[in-house]
Every structure is written in structure tokens, then in C-alpha cells.
């Protein structure tokens, strides 16, 4: 069974651009979830989404939003880029519901580089 | 919202050492996981364990529930168990999954 994947792997931007991030998750996985890691903040928790739905937020603005699709793949988008928005982001997908609903299994993240 | 603690922060091993991390959290859990960050950045899942006791080769964790801390044994380390372990816990109300902030192991050869 294939893994969480995310796309790109390296991306790098500039100030006031917005970019796209893509997740697919493991087949089967119907909730995905978005994290930013930074060396000063560490492992942060940006939302998830079950079935098309987000289920939970966290504490970040609303330049940082998300989606998923019927396939449960996900995007996460970022408008107006700040330099501090430079960071690892990491998805993560669990079944969502039933037994060991809530085991997350993670992508190989998608490393941003705002200059 | 649930608080989260990882000890030690560092943590230097010769090769073949074995070592004890250490997971406090401040709230009731219903899902904790151990990870390890490889030095690409990705986490590889090690143990789904809120409670009792789980062994897989050369790890072992335990989470005593009761009492709120989980533990996470290495034995007879190598230089690829290198990296950075993080523990992440949910809490019983199916908040978000919130991690520590990590121990970062050196294994020298």
C-alpha cells in the first residue's frame, strides 16, 4: 500500500506570492492533517479535514487555509507569503473513524523557502 | 490545551548504548504516538501506544496512563537510530494531535 505523499518536496517562493501544497493520503484514509514545522515553534498542528470537512483548526491566520477533495486528497494554500511562513510542512492521514481511527501516518513534508 | 514535555533535550550515545526517553503530558490522552524524524524530515512511525506496554526489536514504550508519561527504550543503539524522537498526544476530547518538543539523539560509532 502506497504512503502519504505530498508534492512538491522543495518549493521556493517570494513575499506576497501565494503557494499550493498537495497531499494524498493512504487508500482508505478519509481524514488528513496539516502541520508546519519551524526550528522556534516546532511540530504545529494547522487543521484537519474528514471527508471533505474541516474537523479541527489550529491557532494560525486565515492566510493559511486548506481543502479536501472527494478522492481525500488535500491542499493547503498560503496567500501573501510572509517571511516567516519558511518551514517544513508535514501532512498526515489516519482512517479517521473505527479502530485506530486516530493513527497518523506522515509524508515525507514539503520544505518552503520564502525569500 | 493539553501541554506536552520530552526529556531529555539531547542526548549523546556511544554505539551499542542503550537509553531512556521521556514523555510527559498534562491531560487525560486517547491516542499517543512515537516518532522519529530522520534527517530528511520525515516521521516514521515507531509506536501508537496510549497505554501499556509495546516492543518492536531493538524499541520498546510504555505509557502508564494513569500517572501521564510514556517511555520510549532503545537498546543497543546505532548510529541510524540518530535524529529527533518526538512523542504526540490527542487528548480525550479529539482535540488536535499535539507534539512535544522533541529529544534530539547523536549515536557516535
Known amino acids: ?60 491566520p486565515g492566510r493559511f487555509s486548506g481543502r479536501q477533495f472527494s478522492n481525500s486528497r488535500s491542499e493547503m494554500n498560503v496567500s501573501t507569503l510572509e517571511l516567516g511562513d519558511s518551514a517544513l510542512y508535514l501532512c498526515a492521514s489516519s482512517l479517521g473513524q473505527g479502530v485506530d481511527k486516530n493513527i497518523q501516518y506522515f509524508g515525507a513534508g514539503t520544505r518552503l523557502s520564502v525569500l | 490545551g493539553i501541554q506536552v514535555e520530552q526529556s531529555p533535550p539531547d542526548l549523546i550515545l556511544q554505539e551499542g548504548a542503550n537509553s531512556t ?28 501506544i496510549p497505554s501499556g506496554t509495546k516492543q518492536n526489536g531493538r524499541l520498546s514504550a510504555t505509557t502508564v496512563a494513569t500517572e501521564r508519561y510514556s517511555l520510549l527504550y532503545i537498546s543497543s543503539s546505532q548510529t541510524t537510530d540518530s535524529g529527533v524522537y518526538f512523542c504526540a498526544v490527542e487528548n480525550n476530547y479529539g482535540q488536535n494531535f499535539v507534539f512535544g518538543p522533541g529529544t534530539r539523539l547523536s549515536v557516535l560509532p
Open chain 2, 21 to 48: 526517553l521521556r514523555c510527559n503530558f498534562s491531560d487525560s490522552v486517547n491516542n499517543l504516538q512515537w516518532f522519529h524524524q530522520n534527517p530528511w524530515g520525515q516521521l516514521i512511525n515507531l509506536f501508537y
Open chain 1, 1 to 60: 500500500k502506497a504512503g502519504v505523499t505530498q508534492t512538491p518536496r522543495y518549493l521556493i517562493k517570494t513575499r506576497g506570492q501565494q503557494v499550493t501544497l498537495s497531499c494524498s493520503p493512504i487508500s482508505g484514509h478519509r481524514s488528513v492533517s496539516w502541520y508546519q514545522q519551524t526550528p522556534g515553534q516546532g511540530l504545529q498542528f494547522l487543521f484537519e479535514y474528514f471527508s471533505e470537512t474541516q474537523r479541527n483548526k489550529g491557532n494560525f
